[in-house]
């Protein structure tokens, strides 16, 4: 495997693995308001995602800036409960440019969550340029994002469409869900 492909894997692995179960709810709440219908906008919206972790990691691990892992870990699930919030109070004005700009500053926080894992991987095998390996694990946290999103749309088809729900209710009991999931989180986090 080249170096592209190993990196690339461990990007994917990374966000599709069960023990990143904090950046999977994140993607759950944000995408709660959405249905397959919006698929353009989910993607837009997972590519802020995208873009604002991979500025955040190039940043951490180039050492221009990082914060405490432990302040990360709890703003992690901060940015999971701010979302869930404002899915239950929706504005009319909901555009989708404060969306984009929200999902990208929640990306920068989310990235610092991967950069000490990729700052390990990195040092492992370091060679002399970061670019390659960097490029290659942002892709593959993309493409393991689409794929949880994809999963994440599908369960809401089958919901919304099939099983007949409402959208309200669903939008409602997937952020209280993530609230709540988040909340303990921090709580494990803090007092534990």
């Keep these: 495997m080249n170096e592209f492909q190993a990196y690339f894997t461990l990007g994917y692995r990374h966000i599709a693995d069960i023990n990143a179960y904090d950046h999977m709810l994140f993607l ?68 989708n440019r404060r ?9 920068f926080i989310h990235g610092m969550g991967f950069s000490n894992f ?6 492992e095998g370091m060679d002399e340029s970061i670019f390659t390996p960097l490029l290659a694990f942002n892709l593959g946290v993309e493409a393991g ?13 089958l919901v919304l469409d099939l099983l007949k729900l409402s959208e309200k209710y669903w939008r409602i009991g997937i952020s209280v869900a993530g609230i709540v999931l988040a909340l303990q989180l921090i709580y494990q986090l803090v007092f534990v």
Aim: one cysteine or more.
């Design 99 to 107: 969306v984009y700009f929200l999902t990208l500053l929640f990306g």
């Design 28 to 95: 759950a709440v944000l995408c709660a308001v959405y249905s397959i219908k919006d698929w353009r906008k989910i993607i837009v919206m997972v590519t802020a995602f995208t873009v604002g972790h991979s500025i955040t990691l190039a940043a951490a691990v180039m050492d221009i800036f990082t914060l405490p892992s432990d302040i990360v870990e709890i703003l992690i699930p901060v940015t999971i409960v701010a979302t869930g919030i404002s899915n239950l109070f929706p504005t009319r004005d909901h555009s």
């Design 118 to 123: 990729l700052k390990a991987s990195l040092m």
């Design 145 to 157: 994002q689409l794929l949880i999103v994809a999963i994440i749309l599908a369960v809401a088809w």
